[in-house]
């Protein structure tokens, strides 16, 4: 079954329904509806290896480092959402933390002619992110830094940070650590999400007069190295009073490494998260969180990308959310 077939079936020409595969602009809902009813009728399915030597496969690849990160199941959400009337299919690699299996992911989804690439805060290094968008469109989550390269998605990470410091002081708290990721200095990005997170908080920190109280301890975003940095916290004989994740799955292994110590949470420390993920609202767990509109930053950064497969090139866009502070039962004043 050929697109001539099916062209000849609802009784429009090729063109048309090359269109409408596309989802390119113009195509009035009639002629999507008979297209589509005649490729369901003769059940037509088009061949990505053909297509792919015509010059588009319709395959969109999403680089993520990890799939128990729940904030990247609310981008993906974005993203199919904002692709589901269209022909593209959405290919995930979860490459893990290492930059060097990154980039053998992200290299894997361009020998494999992806039409574009959305790239969840790569660790890869930037130059090398910056020749693959030479030639294959592409859109970065996270990454602050500015290209005329790549498209861009960003939450607004130093206010966000600002937020959280502003309600733990009003509530009374001066201790207040920050947990935030290790990122890698030869990656080359200067305004990681972690790097503008911890400005962000120092800032905060500064503007209140607790300059001399800041203190930042590296984890990975895993519920691992959320655990591993609140044992090395917790047991410290001047323990923080409230700790501050730049993830939600940090964030509760947090609270894990509490409850292990017999710590209760927000008595006697109180824990808050960063992206409001299902599990942040959940009614055993109540984690105060920022939400950075996770499901917002995944369908702009697909109808981006999709700007670029379909030939924009003239200018860059960076996209930044404004996070706002949910606030749940994980804080509380200091020793409440």
């Known amino acids: 079954m050929t697109i001539t077939d099916v062209a000849r079936h609802a009784g429009v020409s090729t ?3 090359s269109k409408v595969m596309r989802n390119a602009y113009g195509v009035s809902t009639a002629m999507q509806e008979k297209v589509r009813d005649a490729m369901a009728e003769l059940g037509y399915r088009p061949h990505a ?3 792919g030597m015509r010059g588009r496969t319709y395959t969109i690849g999403v680089l993520l480092d990890n799939i128990r990160n729940t904030f990247f199941a609310d981008i993906l959400d974005g993203v199919r959402d904002e692709l589901h009337d269209s022909e593209y299919t959405v290919l995930v690699g979860a490459a893990g933390f290492g930059a060097d299996a990154q980039s053998k992911t992200v290299q894997a989804m361009v020998d494999r002619q992806m039409d574009g690439l959305i790239l969840i805060a790569p660790g890869t290094s930037r ?11 592409t859109v970065v989550i996270g990454h602050h830094d500015r290209s005329d390269l790549h498209d861009s998605v960003v939450d607004a990470d130093g206010t966000g940070a600002g937020l959280v410091v502003d309600h733990l002081v009003s509530l009374g708290h001066r201790d207040i650590t920050l947990v935030s990721a290790p990122g890698t200095r030869s990656s080359k990005w200067t305004r990681t999400p972690e790097i503008v997170l911890t400005n962000g908080y120092t800032e905060a920190m500064g503007r209140h007069g607790l300059g001399d109280e800041t203190q930042v301890c590296r984890a990975a975003y895993s519920d691992e190295g959320g655990y591993k940095a609140g044992i090395s916290l917790l047991t410290r004989e001047d323990r923080p009073t409230a700790v501050m994740a730049g993830a939600d799955v940090a964030a509760l292994g947090v609270w894990r490494a509490a409850h292990e110590l017999g710590l209760r949470v927000p008595e006697d420390v109180s824990i808050v ?4 993920t299902a599990l942040a609202d959940l009614a055993t767990v109540q984690l105060t969180s920022v939400d950075q509109a996770g499901h917002d930053m995944g369908s702009t950064a697909a109808r981006l990308l999709i700007e670029r497969v379909e030939g924009r090139r003239e200018h860059a866009v960076q996209t930044t959310m404004t996070p706002r502070l949910v606030v749940r039962r994980s804080t509380s004043a200091p020793g409440a």
């Open 15 to 17: 063109a048309a329904v």
């Open 49 to 51: 290896a053909a297509r």
């Open 127 to 137: 130059a090398e992110i910056l020749a693959m968008a030479e030639t294959t469109p």
């Open 273 to 276: 998260g960063y992206n409001n």
